[in-house]
């Protein structure tokens, strides 16, 4: 792999104040919205190479580079760098933490202007259309506005799609990948319990327990909801290549109730890890916002918007629909459905179902067939805009 | 393009809603969405020629069309392309039955196993056939139902479809001369035909 963009930083910006406040899908309103963003690569003088990488529930703005310090790199540095899918030689790739996110983005742990107040969960209730008018206001001030493509796996390929119907004409091609148009009632369960172990923790508060202090907050429930959450990102095939049935730091069983399986202990150790950079408050919406999620609840609408992409200057949206055989939290049936409906309505889809080992997770790995093709679909978008 | 792809092009007409079943690398679906203000759609199961698809700006399915032709709504095309493909499908009457499914017109191109030069090599070496059109082993073969046009025909009639037009083409894939109409089922290496009904 060629050398990534090395150092870089996270910056802020706010995009909604007093002024000019953020109306939300559920009518509430929000006064001050910070957004924390990086970007990588330069925007070409017309603003027309402008990728937005939207992440998924326990993402960050940082999705490439080296923090200083940092060993690790960015989320999804494997895709994005020089030479990269995402080449940051040819285009200028955005990323901001989510609205309602606890990475530097206004979300339930801010200060609510009206109380002085951490929110908690008197901050509203929020929708993926909510998170993609955030992106668009900070990409106006960038200078954005129209985007090359706008990709993400998961959450973030609800925020392409929603984006690209939302919008039309301004997004160039979508890249959905492992992502989802309607949450199964498997997948809602799932969500249900992971909230249930956060709000069920005593140091939950009804979710004012930002003042409590660091030892203060639902950890417990916390790490439980990830512990829940990462056995469905994961598959069957890859916990059993990956743990077995090996036992940690010992070759007998030890015949108790402690962490003795291998598998037991990498899940208390994502769980611990986890609430060490994430809030249980956020926790709580994104799932939310994935459960409500249904942007093809009205066909008609889909249709309309379809066609008036078709009909606005620089064109209608090419979709990507991206999924992994081995991803069992939304599977190939869910990246069919958002295929065959943007079809019915006209649009132009690619759909492909990858083989990778690692379920849900896999959207984040290195996958040649995978990155060959987000690198294709790109490169076409490249080139049909510079013709 | 390759010569027959311009004959089925000019088949499929304009302004049609066509997919393209073993589209390879979507040259004549970029053809038509290009030049003929067709939609379109291609299935293609190779990794190298669904990469084509896409380096082409061609909306394509990556998979096997007999899996993903059932997944086709009922009528969702104006008209399904398959060229040189049925005689590689598993079950070759089940795609022509779900072709005319998903679209009321249907443009299939095939070789035709009856020409002269297959019949002259298969009498004259005793062997299976080789030539640029069919340039497998027996053992390696994907065409695993070869058949003549009389065979085609035939079957298209068995199924209840009419066939609404037929061009000959010669091996390089052009219009063959006029005098293969005498006798098609030998004189025709191939045949491009819109099945209707």
Known sequence: MP???????????????????????????????????????????????????????SGDAHAAGHHDGDRRPGWWDNIIGPGRPLDTDRFFVVCANVLGGCKGTTGPGSTDPASGRPYGLRFPLLAVRDLVETHRALLRQLGVTRLLAAIGGSLGGMQALQWSLDHPGEVGGALVIASSARLSAQNIAFSAVAREAIMRDPDFAGGDYYEAGRAGRPDRGLALARMIGHITYLSEESMRQKFGRRIQDAVEPRFGFDVDFEVESYLAHQGQSFVERFDANTYLYMTRVMDYFDPFADPARIGRQVAAGRAAEGGGTSYLVLSFDSDWRFSTEHAREIADVLRGAGAPVTFRELSAPHGHDSFLFPVPEYHRTVAGFLDRLAAARAR | MRADLDVVAALVGHGVRVVDLGCGDGALLEALIARQACEGLGVERDDERFHACVARGVPVTHG???????????????????????QAAQRPVDVLREMRRVAPRRVVSLPNFAHWRIRFDLARTGRMPISPALPYQWYETPNI????????????????????????????????????????????????YVLEG
């Open chain 2, 64 to 86: 096997d069309l007999e899996a993903e032709l059932p997944r086709l709504a009922d009528g969702a095309f104006d008209c399904a392309v398959l060229s040189l493909t049925l």
């Open chain 2, 145 to 192: 139902h070869l058949c003549t046009l009389r065979d085609f025909e035939a079957t298209v009639a068995e199924v209840g479809m009419r066939i609404g037009r037929r061009v000959l083409l010669d091996a390089a894939g052009r219009p063959a001369a006029r005098g293969a109409r005498l006798a098609p089922n030998a004189l025709a290496a191939r045949a491009v």
């Open chain 1, 3 to 57: 050398d990534g963009i090395g150092k870089v930083e996270t910056q802020r910006a706010v995009v909604f104040d007093d002024d000019r406040p953020l109306v939300l899908e559920s009518g509430a309103r929000l006064t001050h919205v910070e957004v924390a963003y990086e970007t990588y690569g330069t925007l070409a003088p017309d603003g027309g190479n402008a990728v937005f990488v939207c992440h998924a529930l």
